[in-house]
């Protein structure tokens, strides 16, 4: 047997080149699968999706689902659409998350550039706050939104996002704050800065990275959230999610699923948006605080 | 009179004494470095001194003021890191003019500030860069700036040559030491490299294990170390340390120490430290640095005693300025200096020359100077 030669190889690694890509392409396909059929149903008029090809693209193309979905569908009492719960959910994520973040910066700069006796068991309880499910919370939250006036409103429902969020917003930080060099912040003492002028002009500045990270990850999460929405919001506070469902599955009159392909994607909208805007940060931010510290 | 003062200055860190009750002094004006291997609690004193770590025992002022206790911000100390510690997300005038900021100095002053600082370290065209478009030696000179704009009382550097390529560390050594000249300030500077502690220092501490071995002027330590560590831990290349026994014969003392293929080595030492004779009969160490063991031509016409001897030369390391040439005592190597162009061949004899005005003894068991 002769070796192979080098342009036999090469057509080879084509080949092999050509096969994986196929095999990638399949599977890009496949994971879309879902966002099209959504996309494609959500503008089509209910009579074409009765007619039993989901798959097919719009004969007549329409906007009504969206608009419906949007502004007038049947949720709840009143015809309302998802709007006031969409705006429900704004009203108690970007202060959760804003919330939720901020504090665990801080928490993660006192745990690794201010320390004190007992720190790390602190931050192991902290920690163990991710492991813990939703539902064995429900009900000491419930007694505590109670005991604090702040049931079915959505300041509510921002302090159980901010309680349950903490543990992963202070682990982010302190991960990452673990590896920013400890020389500048006894530079800054020197200096004179005080402990919130150190946080907010040496260590803030720094922390894009894994700022972009947290504020993903909590906003997708409580955003997404449809335990704690459920079971603490009432009418005027329920977010999108919770709208959602009760879109989708209220039993009387026909069901409209062009609307409800249509209050899926408006749904799912601003947690895209978010990861799509600062998404190459997200990647960057989670290497930065995995490598070190 | 001393300007910065310590006393009996302890520090632990849970149950590891990392300080062991050191006292210090320096005048106004001087240059103090402290020097040791690393893990010699060099760097947890500066840091005690700048008030960055909390000190478990002891006290430290300066210029007659107790300062333990200061925020690091009130002892009107600067420090420069080894890292340089510049804010990255500042550019250089930022972080030259952080500090006056955070005190409250109104721009103007501040500006003005910042431009005589930077026209003195020529880094006037780096102000509107951030950290990382520096280079090495310019983040090193706006840690200095940093420091210098602040007017201390003392000044402390943490190993701030460490981080620079070789070439660059003997220029930023020489800035250091001229811009000492110039302002006149006190500076505590911390270096494991003990050339840089001989160059700079007004004063030398060598510490290790927590404990003071000796503290002088370069010239006391290197001369006249007091114990077998600072002898060895000074100088380049090191001290030779040989061991040798003693004979007292009449009122004279004198040296023996064997060697292979070779007769012992046996020298007169006529200006003995009047504590080698108790040492009869028994093993001391003779330690001679490299420069005072040349060849006959080489050595120093003004020692009044020079002894000889016929040495085997094993190895032979021309260094360009010197040759330096290795041969065997008492189953240790030593090095004797020569000149570049001495005439010495490896596995030949030579006749080297012992300058007895610079050799000093040592007791093996306690490692301290007879004397």
């Known amino acids: 047997m002769s070796m192979p030669s080098a342009d036999n190889a090469t057509q080879v690694n084509k080949l092999a080149r050509g096969l994986i890509y196929i095999v990638l392409i399949l599977f890009a396909i496949y994971y879309l699968l879902p966002l099209y059929v959504m996309i494609v149903n959500s503008v089509k008029p209910l009579s074409e999706i009765r007619e039993g090809n989901m798959l097919a693209l719009p004969r007549e193309f329409t906007l009504d689902p969206w608009y419906t979905a949007w502004s007038t569908a049947q949720i709840g009492v009143q015809a309302t659409g998802l709007k006031p719960y969409f705006i429900n959910s704004i009203l108690m994520a970007v202060p959760a998350v804003a919330i939720s973040t901020l504090l665990g910066a801080l928490n993660g700069f006192v745990l690794t550039k201010w320390r004190f006796r007992g720190d790390n068991l602190v931050f192991g309880l902290m920690l163990l706050a991710c492991f813990i499910p939703f539902q064995i919370a429900l009900i000491p939250a419930a007694r505590i939104l109670g005991m604090l006036g702040l049931a079915g409103t959505t300041r509510g429902l921002v302090l159980v996002h901010v309680a349950y969020g903490l543990g992963f917003t202070t682990l982010f930080f302190r991960n990452y704050y673990a590896a920013f060099p400890t020389e500048l912040v006894k530079a800054a003492q020197i200096d004179g800065a005080s402990f919130f002028q150190i946080f907010r002009r040496i260590l803030l500045p720094s922390s894009a990275p894994i700022i972009v990270v947290t504020v993903i990850w909590q906003f997708t999460n409580i955003w997404n959230d449809f335990l704690f929405g459920a079971s603490f919001g009432d009418f005027k506070s329920q977010p999108m999610t919770v709208a959602l469902n009760n879109l989708v599955s209220s039993s009387s009159g026909v069901k409209e699923y062009n609307v409800h392909f249509a209050g899926a994607i408006l749904a799912a909208l601003p947690t895209l948006f978010v990861y799509i805007v600062s998404g190459r940060y997200f990647v960057r931010g989670l290497m930065a605080g995995a490598v070190k510290g | ?371």
């Not at chain 2, 062991?20 to 470095?33: A, P, S």
């Not at chain 2, 500066?46 to 003021?65: D, F, Q």
């Not at chain 2, 006149?184 to 001989?198: K, L, S, W």
Request: charged share 20%.
């Open chain 2, 1 to 371: 009179m001393s300007f910065l003062q310590i006393r009996n200055l302890e520090k632990t860190f849970g149950n590891v004494k990392v300080l062991k009750g050191i006292d210090l002094e320096v005048e106004e004006g001087g240059f103090l470095v402290l020097v040791g291997p690393s893990g010699c609690g060099k760097s947890t004193l500066l840091n005690s001194i700048a008030g960055l770590e909390a000190i478990t025992g002891g006290s430290i002022s300066i210029g007659g003021k107790a300062i333990d206790g200061l925020h690091p911000s009130q002892r009107d100390i600067a420090m420069v890191f080894q890292s340089y510690a510049l804010y990255p997300n500042m550019t250089v005038a930022g972080n030259i003019g952080f500090g006056m900021e955070i005190r409250g100095v109104a721009k103007p002053e501040r500006d003005k500030a910042i431009a005589t600082v930077a026209e003195m370290l020529q880094i006037g065209h780096l102000l509107d860069r951030k950290p990382s478009q520096l280079s090495g030696g310019q983040r090193q000179r706006v840690a200095i700036g940093r420091a210098l704009v602040r007017k201390p009382q003392v000044f402390l550097f943490d190993e701030p040559l460490s981080n620079l390529d070789a070439k660059l560390r003997v220029d930023m050594r020489t800035e250091i030491k001229r811009l000492h000249h110039r302002m006149g300030t006190t500076i505590v500077y911390v270096t494991h490299d003990q050339i840089e502690a001989m160059t700079l220092a007004t004063k030398i501490a060598v510490l290790k294990d927590g404990v003071l071995q000796q503290s002088g002027t370069p010239a006391e330590i290197y001369n006249n170390p007091a114990n077998l560590f600072v002898a060895d831990f000074m100088g380049s290349p090191a001290m030779n340390l040989i061991p040798v026994t003693i004979k007292r014969n009449g009122s004279g003392v004198s040296i023996s120490t064997p060697r292979e293929e070779q007769d012992p080595l046996v020298l007169g030492v006529p200006n003995a430290p009047a504590g080698l004779s108790a040492h009869d009969g028994k093993e001391v160490i003779f330690g001679i640095r490299p420069e005072a063991l040349t060849d006959r031509d080489g050595a120093d016409r003004n020692a009044a005693n020079v002894a000889e001897s016929e040495c085997l030369i094993e190895v032979v390391e021309p260094a360009g300025s010197d040759t330096f040439a290795v041969t065997r005592l008492g189953r240790k190597h030593v090095t004797a200096r020569l000149r570049a162009d001495a005439n010495v061949a490896a596995g030949k004899k030579t006749k080297l020359a012992f300058n007895l005005d610079k050799a000093v003894f040592f007791d093996p068991a306690s490692g301290l100077r007879i004397v």
